[in-house]
């Protein structure tokens, strides 16, 4: 079965159930498809995932991996592995795949990038995931708390690594370019899809202004690794997932993401098939002959799994390149 979460009630302290996604309750119901063999997810429950749970809870953040309804959560916590997701719970586009709630966001907490700090120093983190919801409503598209929080966890927890997971900063002059001066050690913006998907899948985003932005990233300060990541599964043709890699390696990516998209409900995008694990094999297979430095291609594959040994496997794969040139 498919993760079904439709509504949010008792998860934030609401009395009363409330749908989830009110601009998709007209849409239709899909069919439920039986997940395959090859889908398997740990159970959550371990100490370690308390443990994880409530340093989340006591500095009040919100994770992605629970918001996003992710099937990796399980593993994930079991390792102390959390993604934090800053900004709040609400977003302001309303892409079709994903379960993150849409409306208008409430005011900045200036106090969340010290609890994110805090976060990352009690849970012991090597390398961190920051991601965020999408906030056209802000000027700068949240660009200056990403700076900020990325500052308070380098004071906090000097060793650790920095991934951050960005929204497109879609006509909001000048934000990329301030996150990028905060040096992140990775930064990964997510394209989902291949442009033919857009208006359905991604409405609100611009395929070509994401390819640019991964691109300005590079253009401003080599030494930061970029990273972006796809869904499949959402009706592409394999040649269009191909473009989509030769595009991403025009703009200098350095790794790239494929998994297998799971609706987070009927009324979401439809699963339009389950790649089989020999096909993302071969995605796989065919990436690293085009250039990227790591991929990572499997069904259950998402932008911050295993983010940490990836970004030591990454490191290690430019030192080897440097070594040869
Ligand atoms: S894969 Fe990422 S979003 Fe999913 S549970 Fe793991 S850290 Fe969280």
């Given at each position: 079965?498919?993760?079904?979460?439709?509504?949010?009630?008792?998860?934030?302290?609401?009395?009363?159930?409330?749908?989830r996604h009110?601009?998709?309750?007209?849409?239709?119901e899909?069919?439920?498809l039986?997940?395959?063999?090859?889908?398997?997810?740990k159970?959550?429950?371990?100490?370690?995932?308390?443990?994880?749970?409530?340093?989340?809870r006591?500095?009040?953040?919100?994770?992605?991996?629970?918001?996003a309804?992710?099937?990796?959560?399980?593993?994930?916590?079991?390792?102390?592995h959390?993604?934090?997701?800053?900004m709040?719970?609400?977003?302001?586009?309303?892409?079709?795949?994903?379960?993150?709630i849409?409306?208008?966001?409430?005011?900045?907490?200036?106090?969340?990038?010290?609890?994110?700090?805090?976060?990352?120093?009690?849970?012991?983190l090597?390398?961190?995931?920051?991601?965020?919801?999408?906030?056209?409503?802000?000027?700068?598209?949240?660009?200056?708390?990403?700076v900020?929080?990325?500052?308070a966890?380098?004071?906090?927890?000097?060793?650790?690594?920095?991934?951050?997971?960005?929204?497109?900063?879609?006509?909001?002059?000048?934000a990329?370019?301030?996150?990028?001066?905060?040096?992140?050690?990775?930064?990964?913006?997510?394209?989902?899809?291949v442009?033919?998907?857009?208006?359905?899948?991604?409405?609100g985003?611009?395929?070509?202004?994401?390819?640019?932005l991964?691109?300005?990233?590079?253009e401003?300060?080599?030494?930061?690794?970029?990273?972006?990541?796809?869904?499949?599964?959402?009706?592409e043709e394999?040649n269009?997932?191909?473009?989509?890699?030769?595009d991403?390696?025009?703009?200098d990516?350095?790794?790239?993401?494929i998994?297998q998209y799971?609706?987070?409900?009927?009324?979401h995008?439809?699963?339009?098939?389950?790649?089989?694990?020999?096909e993302?094999?071969?995605?796989?297979?065919?990436?690293?002959?085009?250039?990227?430095?790591?991929?990572s291609?499997?069904?259950?594959?998402?932008?911050?799994?295993?983010?940490?040994?990836?970004?030591?496997?990454?490191?290690?794969?430019?030192?080897?390149?440097?070594?040869?040139?």
């Amino acid at each position: 079965m498919a993760t079904l979460i439709d509504t949010v009630a008792g998860t934030r302290g609401e009395a009363k159930p409330r749908p989830r996604h009110p601009e998709k309750a007209r849409r239709p119901e899909n069919e439920v498809l039986r997940k395959p063999d090859w889908i398997r997810v740990k159970a959550g429950g371990s100490a370690v995932y308390e443990e994880t749970r409530n340093i989340v809870r006591e500095n009040g953040l919100v994770t992605v991996c629970e918001e996003a309804g992710c099937p990796n959560i399980g593993e994930c916590w079991s390792k102390k592995h959390a993604t934090m997701m800053i900004m709040g719970e609400i977003c302001t586009r309303a892409c079709a795949f994903c379960n993150v709630i849409t409306g208008l966001p409430k005011a900045l907490d200036p106090r969340e990038p010290e609890n994110v700090a805090v976060a990352v120093k009690k849970l012991e983190l090597e390398h961190v995931v920051i991601t965020s919801v999408d906030r056209d409503d802000l000027a700068d598209g949240g660009a200056q708390h990403f700076v900020e929080t990325i500052a308070a966890i380098r004071a906090a927890s000097p060793g650790t690594t920095i991934e951050i997971l960005t929204p497109d900063f879609l006509r909001k002059e000048g934000a990329l370019e301030k996150v990028v001066a905060a040096k992140p050690d990775v930064f990964n913006h997510n394209l989902e899809t291949v442009p033919s998907n857009y208006l359905t899948v991604r409405p609100g985003a611009r395929y070509f202004h994401s390819i640019r932005l991964l691109q300005r990233v590079k253009e401003i300060d080599p030494s930061i690794f970029t990273k972006s990541g796809i869904m499949v599964g959402l009706g592409e043709e394999r040649n269009e997932v191909l473009q989509l890699m030769d595009d991403l390696r025009c703009a200098d990516v350095d790794f790239i993401t494929i998994g297998q998209y799971l609706a987070p409900s009927r009324k979401h995008h439809r699963i339009d098939r389950f790649v089989t694990p020999d096909e993302f094999k071969s995605y796989e297979t065919i990436a690293y002959t085009k250039g990227f430095l790591m991929v990572s291609s499997s069904p259950l594959t998402r932008s911050s799994h295993h983010a940490g040994e990836d970004f030591a496997r990454l490191r290690a794969a430019r030192e080897r390149q440097m070594e040869k040139a």
